[in-house]
């Protein structure tokens, strides 16, 4: 396990030590814990949105229904 500093802003220490002493968990795996979060969300060897396009529509066909009935629809149970 490596040892390391961070600095972490006020607020944010607060509350991460409330969050570990409520939970009866140390304030290194309230952190570790949120590390893991952090990268299951941005996993890393993302490709960079750089060139990326909107991809083409396809032709779907004529709506089933007026498009003024379409917000009654989206309603409907």
Request: net charge neutral; no cysteine.
């Amino acid at each position: 396990m490596v040892k390391t500093q961070v600095q972490i802003p006020d607020h944010l220490f607060k509350q991460a030590k409330q969050l570990a002493e409520e939970s009866e968990m140390s304030f290194a795996h309230v952190v570790r814990l949120g590390l893991e979060l952090v990268l299951k969300a941005r996993p890393l060897g993302r490709k960079s949105a750089e060139g990326w396009q909107v991809p083409k529509g396809k032709a779907m066909g004529l709506p089933l229904i007026p498009e003024n009935q379409w917000t009654e629809a989206a309603h409907e149970d």
